[in-house]
């Protein structure tokens, strides 16, 4: 969710549903509209000044609106066009806010993307698996972590996730990754892989259940889990899993903020009671 102000969250709120209404009621390419809105998001990062005009709160909307459509015409198509001209007919608490909200439809446009082609649960998986990686090497999360914003050091970056990820992961997740990278809009890349893969499962109005365990789980195990937590929240839930011999003999299960940990046996029993 954009950070910021009301107005700010307001207005993010409102661009995502026009994004969703687009991509869900038209052929509309969602990868080619990420890539365009991409473009968009690094000339208005770049731009102090021009976001600047353009969130302008003494200024009315419509003129700023066709601001965009000029300097944009010809650059994107005309669906970046509108969502962008949308944009900026709102108020915005800080100029920066609108950048973060545009980066937020690139990410959900490439979520979408996936999802027609039928990937999703790969680029889930793959997001989780590499913030996993991310958290076990300290050396790797300071190197895509540098705050040197030089073009060769953004270049060097984007270079060691492709080395990383390209042709091992789905294009998708490799395009995210870069992008969380050069842009992380004050996460941590830890945190921002995070978000990424609970915007996966929010796209089929799931929810992601890490669960981390001392033995890997038993198939029994992993269904009756997975079927107590859907019954819990009303929807199904992913599993995430992961092992670490520190559990020591138990189960760690998050959903959103809620973390609750336990003996296997136990945190079951826990489940089933609480569906009582």
């Given amino acids: 969710m954009t950070a910021g102000g009301l107005a700010s969250r307001e207005a993010g709120q409102a661009a995502r549903e026009r994004l969703n209404a687009l991509l869900d009621g038209t052929a509309a ?39 965009v459509g000029r300097l944009l015409a010809g650059q994107v198509g005309g669906e970046a066009v509108d969502l962008v001209a949308g944009m900026v007919r709102s108020r915005w608490s800080s100029s920066r806010d609108l950048v973060d909200a545009l980066e937020e439809l690139v990410e959900s446009a490439e979520i979408i993307a996936a999802e027609r082609a039928g990937v999703l649960d790969a680029v889930e998986d793959e997001l989780f698996r590499f913030g996993r990686i991310i958290a076990s090497s300290p050396e790797l999360r300071s190197t895509l972590s540098g705050r040197d914003g030089d073009e060769p050091a953004r270049a060097a970056k984007a ?78 839930i992913r599993l995430n899993l992961d092992v670490d011999p520190a559990v020591l003999g138990g189960i760690s299960v998050r959903v959103g903020d809620e973390v609750i940990q336990g003996t296997i046996a136990g945190r079951l029993d826990e489940v089933d009671r609480r569906l009582d």
């Avoid at 998001?41 to 021009?50: G, K, N, P, S």
């Avoid at 809009?185 to 669960?211: P, Q, Y």
């Avoid at 001392?214 to 029994?220: I, K, M, R, T, Y």
């Fill in 29 to 67: 390419d969602p990868a080619a509209l990420a890539e365009e809105l991409a473009l968009v998001t690094a000339l208005l990062d770049r731009e102090v000044a021009l976001r600047r005009v353009l969130t302008d709160p003494s200024q009315p909307g419509e003129p700023k609106a066709e601001l």
């Fill in 159 to 236: 270079a060691l996730v492709h080395e990383l990820l390209g042709g091992r992961a789905q294009e998708i997740t490799e395009r995210l990754v870069r992008r969380l990278v050069d842009l992380p809009r004050g996460r941590s890349l830890e945190g921002g892989l995070d978000a990424l893969s609970k915007l996966a499962a929010e796209r089929r109005n799931r929810s992601v259940a890490v669960v981390v365990s001392a033995v890997p789980l038993s198939e029994g195990q992993r269904r009756r889990l997975g079927d107590a937590l859907a019954r819990l929240y009303g929807r199904e």
